[in-house]
C-alpha cells in the first residue's frame, strides 16, 4: 500500500526527518521530566514529612503501576495505535504532576492523596514510554534512517536525560524548591503530549493492521479481544529463543545495576572516606561515556557484527565496576573504570532495541515489548533489598565480588548459547506491515 503522504516525508531533507526528530523531541522532553521528578518529589516529600519511610514509599507506589500498566497496555497500544496512547497519557501524566504543586499550594494535599497522583503518573507514564518506542522503527523507516542509528539516537537521549535532567532538578530545586521541579516535569509532559499530537505527520503513528489468524474469517471487521491479543504476544515472546535469552539477560544485569547504584556504591563511598561527592563524581563519568558510546553506536552500529558488539559492551559495563571497588583502588582507577564501562554501556541498547524492532512484526510490537520491558524491569525494585540484606550479612568486598563474578557469568559466557547467533541475522524484514 502506498501513501503519498509518507512518500512525500521520505524526501531528502528536513522534512524527512521529522518523523524520526518528533519522536526522539518527544521522548527528549518527556524522559527528563521524569528525571526531574525523580529528584524533585523525593526531596519534596523528605522535606515536607520528614520521614525516609514515606519517601521510599511514593517512590514504590510511582514504580509498582509503572511496571504493571506497562506490561498490560501492549495490547491496547496495538489495536488503537502508539500515536493516541502517547499523547493521551502525557497528558494525563501532565494533569496528575501538575496537581501536585497546585493543591500543595491550597494546603489540600494530603499523603493519601499525593500517594494517588503519584499511582497516576507512574500508571501513565509507562505506556506513554512503550508508545514512544514502539513508533521508533516506523520513524525510521519514514526518516530512511538505518534501525540501529534510530535506535542509538534513542539511546543517546535516555542517556542525556539522565544525565542532565538530575544536574537540572538539583540546580532548580536549590534555587527555587522542589514544587518548580513537578511544575516543570508537568510541562514537559504537556510539551510531549502536544508534540506527538500535533507536530508528527498526521498518518503516522496508527494501529497496524492485524494479521489474520487461522481461526478468523477475513470478513470479520472486529480484531481480536484484549485478552487473545495479550496471549497472542506471550505466545510470540515464548517462541523465540533469543528475545527470551536477552529478556532474562538483561533482567539480571537491571537486579544488580539496581543493587550496585541503590547500596553497593553509598557504602563503597562511605567506607572508603571517599563520600557522596565521589558517587556524583563517577556517576557522571559514566554517564557522560555512555552518551559518547550511544552516538559512536548511532554512527557506525549497523556497518558493525551485532553480536561482537553486544558482548563486549556487557564485559566493559558490569563486572569492572564492581571490582574495582572491591579493589580497593585509589579515585583516579575507579573513575577510569567507570568512564570505559560507560563507554561500553552506551553500545548495549541500541543493539537490544534494534533487535527487538527487527523480530517482532509490528502489528505486535506494543504487546511483546510491554511484556519483554516488564519481565526485564522486574527485578530492580529486589537489587536494593537483596544487595542491602548481603552487605549486612558478609561486608561490602565479598558482595561486590560475587555480584562481579554473577555479572560476568550471566553476559559472557551465556554467549555461548545457540540462540545468539541469530543476533546477526534479521528474520524478517517487517516495514511492509507500516503500512507505507
Not at 514502539?134 to 534501525?147: C, F, G, I
Request: aromatic share 6%; charged share 15%.
Amino acid at each position: 500500500m502506498t501513501d503519498t503522504a509518507a512518500d512525500t516525508d521520505r524526501l531528502p531533507g528536513k522534512r524527512a526527518l521529522r518523523p524520526l526528530a518528533g519522536v526522539l523531541t518527544a521522548m527528549a522532553v518527556s524522559l527528563t521530566g521524569t528525571r526531574i521528578s525523580g529528584i524533585a518529589l523525593p526531596w519534596f516529600v523528605l522535606v515536607t514529612t520528614g520521614s525516609a519511610t514515606k519517601t521510599g514509599l511514593v517512590a514504590f507506589f510511582e514504580m509498582t503501576p509503572y511496571v504493571v500498566v506497562k506490561a498490560l497496555t501492549g495490547p491496547l497500544v496495538d489495536r488503537v495505535g502508539p500515536r493516541v496512547v502517547s499523547w493521551t497519557t502525557d497528558l494525563a501524566s501532565a494533569t496528575a504532576a501538575a496537581a501536585v504543586p497546585v493543591l500543595h499550594g491550597s494546603g489540600l494535599l494530603s499523603f493519601p492523596v499525593l500517594l494517588a497522583l503519584v499511582v497516576l503518573i507512574g500508571a501513565a507514564r509507562g505506556p506513554g514510554d512503550l508508545a514512544k518506542e514502539v513508533m521508533v522503527p516506523e520513524a525510521a523507516d519514514r526518516s530512511r534512517v538505518p534501525l540501529e542509528r534510530a535506535t542509538g539516537l534513542s539511546g543517546v537521549i535516555e542517556r542525556l536525560a539522565s544525565t542532565v535532567g538530575p544536574a537540572a532538578g538539583g540546580a532548580l530545586i536549590g534555587l527555587v524548591g522542589p514544587l518548580a521541579g513537578l511544575a516543570v516535569n508537568a510541562a514537559c509532559f504537556a510539551a510531549g503530549s502536544v508534540i506527538i499530537a500535533l507536530v508528527l505527520p498526521r498518518n503516522m503513528g496508527h494501529a497496524a493492521e492485524e494479521p489474520l489468524s487461522p481461526d478468523r474469517s477475513p470478513h470479520t471487521k472486529e480484531g481480536p479481544g484484549y485478552w487473545q491479543r495479550f496471549g497472542e504476544g506471550w505466545t510470540f515472546l515464548r517462541g523465540d529463543p533469543l528475545l527470551l535469552a536477552l529478556i532474562v539477560m538483561v533482567g539480571t544485569t537491571n537486579l544488580l545495576d539496581a543493587g550496585f547504584s541503590a547500596v553497593l556504591v553509598p557504602v563503597w563511598a562511605q567506607e572508603s572516606g571517599n563520600g557522596p561527592t565521589a558517587i556524583g563524581l563517577a556517576s557522571s563519568v559514566s554517564g557522560a561515556m555512555a552518551i559518547c558510546g550511544s552516538l559512536l553506536a548511532a554512527a557506525f552500529a549497523h556497518r558493525l557484527r551485532r553480536r561482537a558488539v553486544f558482548f563486549v559492551g556487557f564485559l566493559l559495563a558490569g563486572a569492572p565496576k564492581f571490582l574495582i571497588l572491591a579493589s580497593g583502588a585509589p579515585m583516579g582507577a575507579v573513575l577510569a573504570v567507570f568512564a570505559v564501562s560507560g563507554l561500553g554501556a552506551g553500545f548495549i541498547n541500541p543493539i537490544i532495541g534494534a533487535v527487538f524492532f527487527e523480530r517482532i512484526p509490528r502489528p505486535l510490537l506494543g504487546r511483546v515489548n510491554a511484556l519483554g520491558d516488564s519481565l526485564a524491569w522486574s527485578g530492580i525494585p529486589l537489587g536494593g533489598l537483596v544487595a542491602g540484606a548481603a552487605v549486612a550479612a558478609t561486608g561490602l568486598v565479598p558482595v561486590l565480588m560475587v555480584g562481579g563474578i554473577a555479572y560476568f557469568l550471566t553476559t559472557s559466557l551465556t554467549g555461548l548459547r545457540p540462540e545468539w547467533r541469530a543476533m546477526d541475522r534479521p528474520r524478517r524484514d517487517t516495514r511492509g506491515l507500516t503500512g507505507d
